[in-house]
């Protein structure tokens, strides 16, 4: 039972055009959201996370908005960079996080930006 | 910075072999966790950690047990390899301060 998901496993964009990175999840109990993007052969780093209060956060080029009703949130870049290509995970917990309550990660975007 | 650290980036061992994969973190954080990495499948967690000898099970442990006998340093062991669990495995460990989990660079484990 997939409680996060996203839909698109790979997207495509131009470089300076706006990347829309999406993320659905089914548990109403999940109240603090992030996003992580990865590197091949590297860890996940920390991209910008969300807590339920809100239905935006931004920082720089990178905003995230959620949509509580309809348990929908989505990453934006903009401008994408080349150095943006990447796969971008979700993950959402019930609290803040921890061993207590533990992140859900989704499958992954593939974003390639193209030059 | 925090540095989670693993020990090796690459691995090619044998079916029914026994894998240490070792993780050390610097920061003095409590919990740790134990990921693989597949595609198509995202990040699944196999083995947490709450403090030093404390373990619970994640949502995929079959085929794994983990040590935390210091805090700073969390192992996973595969028992027996076998060629399914030829993965991506991500340590991070978690920060109470940000509610950011730390991850590792990862190690690529080949099961032949």
């Known amino acids: 039972d997939q409680q996060v998901k996203q839909n698109s496993p790979s997207l495509s964009v131009q470089e300076g055009r706006i990347s829309i990175l999406n993320c659905d999840y089914t548990n109403s109990m999940f109240d603090y959201f992030l996003w992580y993007k990865k590197y091949p052969a590297e860890g996940p780093t920390f991209l910008i996370s969300i807590s339920s209060i809100k239905d935006k956060n931004e920082d720089g080029r990178f905003t995230v908005f959620l949509n509580k009703s309809a348990k929908h949130l989505s990453l934006h870049i903009v401008p994408s960079q080349p150095g943006d290509s990447a796969v971008y995970f979700c993950?959402?917990?019930?609290?803040?996080?921890?061993?207590?309550?533990?992140?859900?990660f989704g499958t992954g975007t593939l974003l390639a930006v193209q030059p | 910075d925090v540095k989670v650290t693993q020990s090796s980036r690459y691995l090619v061992k044998r079916t029914g072999e026994k894998v240490f994969l070792e993780c050390v973190q610097d920061?003095?954080?409590?919990?740790m966790f134990w990921y693989r990495q597949d595609p198509g499948l995202g990040l699944r967690l196999i083995y947490f950690s709450y403090d030093v000898k404390m373990k619970e099970k994640g949502d995929i442990p079959e085929g794994y047990s983990v040590s935390r006998e210091k805090k700073e340093r969390f192992s996973l062991i595969l028992e027996s390899a076998s060629t399914n669990q030829t993965s991506m495995y991500l340590c991070?460990?978690?920060?109470?301060?940000?509610?950011?989990?730390?991850f590792g660079e990862g190690s690529r484990l080949t099961v032949l």
């Open positions: 991070a460990s978690w920060s109470s301060n940000t509610g950011e989990l730390f």
């Open positions: 920061m003095d954080h409590e919990n």
């Open positions: 993950a959402a917990s019930k609290g803040y996080g921890g061993a207590t309550n533990k992140l859900i």
